[in-house]
């Protein structure tokens, strides 16, 4: 399963084609292979969610300065609706992951981000600084990455109903997460088709920087990361 089909027609499903190698990397990932077949190490997991959550709350902050860039209501209406979607539902991926890890939520939280997750929303934050289809760029491989992995799955493997993560799993596969990635795709697909060639060349390479911030905020929880000095 490929994240653009050979017959799909537009700028994002260049840009799906263009990448299909970092999304398969992203699914490939060890991380990502743990949480398919339930073995992924608990402090590994609570590793993911405390950085994640401070990952949102950027994503949160980017849909901001889409606000700010929106020409008419109707993309302030997406952007209302689509942070009250991660504020209101996307903490549910977050519980399974601490009710798998034994944890609660607030014992989850950390107050220092990593390295690589600053540095993801650093990227994320700049594109905001740009112009809004670069933004968009820039945001878009977090929805599609993981509504395609979690559709992949799904489809290919059917969990059972007692996979211990079936509930994350399930969440980024149902039509409302799945619907984010397809909104935002017809709405970066409008824009481009208005971008001149350098603005089109900025918004490529934004996605695909995001692509491999996706499979290194992986890394990050997989390798446990923190500030290190080279000597240790
Ligand atoms: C590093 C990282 N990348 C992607 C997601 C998933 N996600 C975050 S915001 C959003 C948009 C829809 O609300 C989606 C799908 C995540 N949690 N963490």
């Given amino acids: 399963m490929t994240a653009a089909a050979t017959t799909d027609t537009g700028f994002t499903a260049e840009l799906g084609r263009a990448n299909a190698g970092l999304f398969d990397a992203f699914y490939e990932h060890p991380f990502l292979a743990g949480m398919r077949d339930g073995t992924l190490a608990k402090e590994k997991v609570l590793h993911y969610v405390g950085q994640d959550h401070q990952y949102l709350s950027a994503y949160i902050r980017c849909y901001g300065l889409g606000m700010a860039m929106s020409p008419d209501r109707r993309w302030m209406r997406h952007f209302h609706d689509s942070a009250a979607f991660i504020l209101d539902d996307e903490t549910h991926p977050h519980h399974v992951l601490c009710d798998y890890a034994g944890t609660s939520y607030e014992d989850a939280q950390v107050d220092r981000l990593a390295p690589t997750a600053q540095a993801y929303i650093d990227h994320m934050m700049a594109a905001g600084r740009d112009s809004l289809g670069v933004l968009l760029a820039a945001l878009l491989p977090c929805p599609w990455t993981y509504t395609w992995a979690a559709d992949r799955f799904v489809t290919e493997e059917r969990p059972p109903a007692d996979h211990p993560l079936l509930g994350w799993w399930e969440f ?18 409008s824009l481009a088709e208005d ?7 900025r918004m490529a390479r934004a996605f ?4 491999h911030h996706e499979i290194r905020f992986w890394q990050m929880a997989w390798s446990l990361e923190t500030w290190t000095a080279p000597d240790g």
Avoid at 208 to 211: G, H, I, K, R
């Fill in 172 to 189: 980024y596969a149902t039509r409302d997460t799945q619907g984010v990635t397809h909104k935002l795709r017809g709405l970066l697909d």
């Fill in 195 to 201: 971008a001149g060639a350098g603005e089109r060349a």
């Fill in 208 to 211: 695909e920087d995001s692509c």
